[in-house]
RNA sequence: GUCCCCGUAGUUCAAUGGAUAGAACGAGAGACUUCUAAUCCCUUAAUGCAGGUUCGAUUCCUGCCGGGGGCACCA
């Protein structure tokens, strides 16, 4: 319903001008507020009151009769809308009518296009670390979102398999047995001693190849960030490997040459460097050693080069803290490779906290805490929904007394409580919700007219603001909105249920509070998988 | 030193340049013979400092002060 006020406030500003359209309560605000007058004050150099006054009039003219309940200026030019009681019934009918589609919607410029996401794309030299995890829920929420936009995403994860790391993993794994010397370099967590003793055999039989015994140890990590991303429900399309499909397929070169032909490389002190100071990066960069070894800027170029031969335009990638330095150059090689739009998130650190104090140490292992050991602890949705409440740009600090609460202090619990009870409530009506299925057109238009109260009309209003929180989220990527969201939208139908009885009450209240009953549930569950959190029936 | 992010209730976080800055946790008070009280209702308290742009600044610009991270011919 903020769709088609939107688009009457649009059709007098004209098409491009900015302006706001805020939901709010029912309040001496209205239901729904717009700075419009503003803008089109400046637009027509005439004082806010008068353009207010302008705009007054045309959207009355505009309005189709009986959507608008009352209008009133306000403040120095603000607009507020109330909405007649039949608007908020028929949005309720939409959402059942829409169901699943409800929340989809199409943004100009994102539907029917193709976006490369790219994530976690950790290195498969070890177990993945909280903001991998971060990371990995923002990819994937953030994917579901753009395709809820109209958008062909895939998801894709870029695997450094080869190169530098792996080598110096076959080494720790090594020197883990004593069968070289330990090196500062080598990698040291309990995992790759644990790797080691479990395939001694192995690693004594390869001890001669350290590279290939690092590719073989890094398959079985990667086999398990697959395993543990699976079981947060974090999926990709695609697991990109740097050997076998960036490296062997020589597209490194072919990036060389691109940038050759660009005239952007040239050679200092025996390397090759790519002159990215000339895209805006604060220093050139090396593209082959003095050693002759590409580096893996190189290496990603070539990956860029790899995504945008596969017919990618778009792509964006998200990053982790330790990839700061990266993101100028990266965006760089991706202008010169012909990436037209290539955006990159760069997400800050997470620190886990408990009882007021940080703990740096997983307290089993002596080491920092991983992703796998966080999700063990608290489960997939909790920790979901903590790592998404939060803007990426912001410290992420985990607070794991309260995540590790099962009840009334943890926001999961208290969002899905709220889904529980619309379902019980649904369950128990099994009789009911035949004769409602069965209420068509006018009678069902009739009986949706007592939905009048405050509370139902509020849990409506809640619930209409979805498919413009996803239209929104599509273009600034602030996917944490949901979260915050979720709980509202809770809080909307605890105190529905609170207020407002379904089961037992005349049969026209009854049908019309069951079927609101039925929008909730529709909203919950497209929100719920939206965010990639359960939606159970019983808690 | 330089680049990036952050600085908002006691704490952890919100707020596409908009009106009276929102939640959660904490603290305090109240509500269950009724669809699950894992709930609801009420109270409490905040924009680091100094300028600037604007009808209007938590938001944009400059400087300062704090916290975190990046600054490899590693990935």
């Given at each position: 319903m903020v769709e088609k006020l939107r688009r009457i406030i649009e059709e007098i500003l004209g098409r491009d001008e900015k302006f706001d359209l805020e939901s709010g309560e029912f309040t001496e605000r209205g239901h729904f507020s717009t700075n419009a007058a503003f803008v089109l004050a400046k637009k027509k150099g005439i004082s806010p009151p008068e353009a207010a006054e302008e705009l007054r009039r045309r959207i009355e003219i505009a309005?189709?009769?009986?959507?608008?309940s009352r209008l009133r200026i306000a403040g120095p030019g603000f607009l507020n809308f109330w909405l007649a009681p039949a608007v908020f019934q028929a949005e309720a009918r939409e959402i059942v009518r829409l169901g699943k589609n409800y929340g989809r919607v199409k943004i100009k410029g994102l539907a029917g296009r193709k976006i490369q996401l790219e994530f976690?794309?950790?290195?498969?030299?070890g177990p993945l670390t909280l903001a991998n995890g971060r990371g990995g829920f923002l990819g994937d929420v953030l994917g579901n979102v753009l395709e809820a936009a109209g958008a062909r995403v895939e998801r894709e994860y870029y695997v450094n398999d080869t190169g530098n790391q792996i080598l110096t993993l076959g080494k720790s794994i090594l020197a883990a047995l004593g069968i070289i010397e330990h090196e500062e370099t080598f990698y040291q967590g309990d995992y790759v001693k644990d790797w080691a003793e479990r395939n001694k055999p192995l690693v004594k039989k390869m001890a001669s190849s350290p590279e290939k015994l690092g590719e073989r140890a890094s398959a079985d990590f990667l086999k398990d960030i697959k395993l543990v991303l699976k079981s947060t429900g974090v999926v990709f399309d695609r697991y990109t490997s740097e050997k076998k499909q960036v490296a062997a397929k020589k597209l490194p070169d072919q990036a060389m040459t691109l940038f050759k032909k660009k005239g952007l490389v040239y050679e200092s002190e025996g390397a090759v460097w790519l002159k990215t100071t000339a895209l805006g990066d604060d220093k050139d960069r090396v593209l082959v050693t003095k050693d002759g070894h590409p580096t893996y800027f190189l290496d990603d170029a070539g990956h860029y080069l790899e995504t945008k031969k596969r017919g990618f335009a778009k792509k964006i990638n998200i990053l982790g803290p330790d990839h700061y330095g990266y993101v100028s150059r990266i965006q760089a090689a991706a202008s010169i490779i012909g990436l037209k739009e290539s955006e990159v998130i760069v997400t800050q650190a997470v620190r886990v906290m408990e009882d007021g104090v940080e703990t740096k140490m997983s307290k089993r292992r002596g080491r920092f805490i991983t992703f796998d050991e966080l999700v063990e602890e608290v489960g997939p949705d909790v920790i979901r929904f903590f790592f998404l409440t939060v803007s990426p740009d912001t410290h992420l600090i985990f607070d794991l007394e309260l995540a590790k609460k099962k009840a009334n202090d943890n926001p999961v619990y208290y969002t899905q409580y709220a889904y529980v009870r619309a379902r019980s409530v649904w369950e128990k009506a099994k009789k009911e919700r035949m004769k409602l299925k069965n209420l068509k057109g006018d009678a069902l238009k009739k009986t949706l007219s007592s939905l009048e109260s405050p509370a139902d009309r509020k849990l409506i209003l809640y619930l209409s603001r979805f498919p413009e929180l996803v239209a929104l989220t599509a273009k600034d990527?602030?996917?944490h909105r949901f979260s915050r969201y979720a709980e509202e939208l809770a809080r909307a139908f605890h105190n529905f249920y609170e207020r407002e009885r379904v089961l037992g009450e005349p049969e026209e209240t009854l049908f019309a509070r069951l079927y609101l009953v039925q929008a909730a549930l529709v909203v919950f569950k497209n929100l719920f998988d939206l965010l990639g959190l359960s939606a159970p029936e019983k808690m």
């Open positions: 309005a189709p009769a009986g959507f608008i976690v794309s950790a290195n498969p030299t990527y602030g996917v």
